[in-house]
T-cell receptor, first 111, second 115 residues
C-alpha cells in the first residue's frame, strides 16, 4: 500500500544552518505531497504542498520539490531559526483519498 | 474563524476504563477526520466522516473504538475499554468541499495516557 518514509530525528542544528529533511514515498498513481509542521503545544499546520511532478512548494523559507523519478519530496531551508524548532511530517494524499503520514522528524535549532 | 477544537487536551485513565474524546470542527466543514499518533510513530488515519455519515472507517483499530458525529456537527471518539496500547495523541481535522482539493485544518490533539 501507499506509504511515506522520512529521516529519523531528532535533528539538532545551530541557528542559520542549512536544513534538509529527507522524505520518500511509495504510491500508486499520482498523489499530492505535503509537509506539515507541529510547533510545541500546537496542532498540525500545513507548511507547503505540491500536487504534481516537478512542482515546488514553498512557504516561510522552506521548499520541497515533487520528484517523481526518485519518489522524493525533501524539505529544505537555507537558514534555520530557533523558531523553526518543531516536528515536521511528510504526507501524501492519493487522488481523492486520506492523508498518509511519515513518522515525523523532530528539529531542534540552538541559538 | 474559530479553528478545530479538541477536548480534553490531556486525559490519563486506567486500563479498562472508558474515555470519550470530542472534536468540534470548523463551522460549515462537512469533512471530519480522526487520526492517531502512537509513541513517536507515524500519524495514522482512523476514520472520515462526511457530515454525519462514516465515509471511511478502515483505520479504526478494533471494536473498542466508536466514533459518532451527531447531526453532522461535532464528533466524539469513545474508547471502551481502554488498553495500554491506546495511549497516544488523537488528532481531529476538518475540511470543506471535495476531499482532495480542500486543505485539512487540524486541532491541537488530545494526549491520551492509559496506565
Amino acid at each position: 500500500g501507499d506509504s511515506v518514509t522520512q529521516m529519523e530525528g531528532p535533528v539538532t542544528l545551530s541557528e542559520e544552518a542549512f536544513l534538509t529533511i529527507n522524505c520518500t514515498y511509495t504510491a500508486t498513481g499520482y498523489p499530492s505531497l505535503f509537509w506539515y509542521v507541529q510547533y510545541p503545544g500546537e496542532g498540525l499546520q500545513l507548511l507547503l504542498k505540491a500536487t504534481k511532478a516537478d512542482d515546488k512548494g514553498s512557504n516561510k523559507g522552506f521548499e520541497a520539490t515533487y520528484r517523481k523519478e526518485t519518489t522524493s519530496f525533501h524539505l529544505e531551508k537555507g537558514s534555520v531559526q530557533v523558531s523553526d524548532s518543531a516536528v515536521y511530517f511528510c504526507a501524501l494524499s492519493p487522488q481523492g483519498g486520506k492523508l498518509i503520514f511519515g513518522q515525523g522528524t523532530e528539529l531542534s535549532v540552538k541559538p | 474563524e474559530a479553528g478545530v477544537t479538541q477536548f480534553p487536551s490531556h486525559s490519563v485513565i486506567e486500563k479498562g476504563q472508558t474515555v470519550t474524546l470530542r472534536c468540534d470542527p470548523i463551522s460549515g466543514h462537512d469533512n471530519l477526520y480522526w487520526y492517531r499518533r502512537v509513541m513517536g510513530k507515524e500519524i495514522k488515519f482512523l476514520l472520515h466522516f462526511v457530515k454525519e455519515s462514516k465515509q471511511d472507517e478502515s483505520g479504526m483499530p478494533n471494536n473498542r473504538f466508536l466514533a459518532e458525529r451527531t447531526g453532522g456537527t461535532y464528533s466524539t471518539l469513545k474508547v471502551q475499554p481502554a488498553e495500554l496500547e491506546d495511549s497516544g495523541v488523537y488528532f481531529c481535522a476538518s475540511s470543506q468541499g471535495q476531499r482532495y482539493n480542500s486543505p485539512l485544518h487540524f486541532g491541537n490533539g488530545t494526549r491520551l495516557t492509559v496506565t
